[in-house]
């Protein structure tokens, strides 16, 4: 259920950001201004900001989920190279202390092949 919803999701901020799409919301909304009064424009105006959240949303876990596999893919790489620091792999998880324990080691890594002169 939860892959059907996101599929439904992604497809439908894609269709939502499409530039026909955004035309004809302005000219639905502007049709609705003409023909309605101040009650109709309270109306359309609760009904954009329902759509606007949800349509954030939706957008918000497309991103999510391209995020993750992203991460997945770098961790992979990580784990794949000869002489890579496989504690890196997964420190988007990591907290801001584990984070700057990992920057120093890594400053450290390359002092340590620079001296050797590994790195011109």
């Not at 900001?49 to 391209?66: D, E, F, H, K, Y």
């Not at 000869?82 to 080691?105: D, F, Y």
Request: charged fraction near 25%; proline fraction near 1%.
């Amino acid at each position: 259920m939860n892959e059907i919803g996101s599929r439904i999701a992604g497809r439908t901020a894609d269709l939502a950001g499409a530039p026909l799409a955004i035309m004809g919301v302005a000219l639905f909304c502007a049709g609705w201004f003409l023909r309605a009064g101040e009650a109709g424009e309270n109306t359309l105006t609760l009904i954009l900001s329902v759509a606007s959240i949800t349509l954030t949303q939706m957008v918000l876990n497309g991103q999510r989920r391209s995020e993750q596999a992203l991460h997945l893919k770098m961790d992979e790489l990580v784990y794949a190279m000869q002489g890579a620091r496989n504690a890196v792999a997964g420190i988007e998880t990591k907290s801001a202390e584990e984070l700057e324990a990992l920057r120093r080691n890594g400053d450290a890594a390359e002092e340590e092949l620079e001296e050797r002169g590994g790195i011109a």
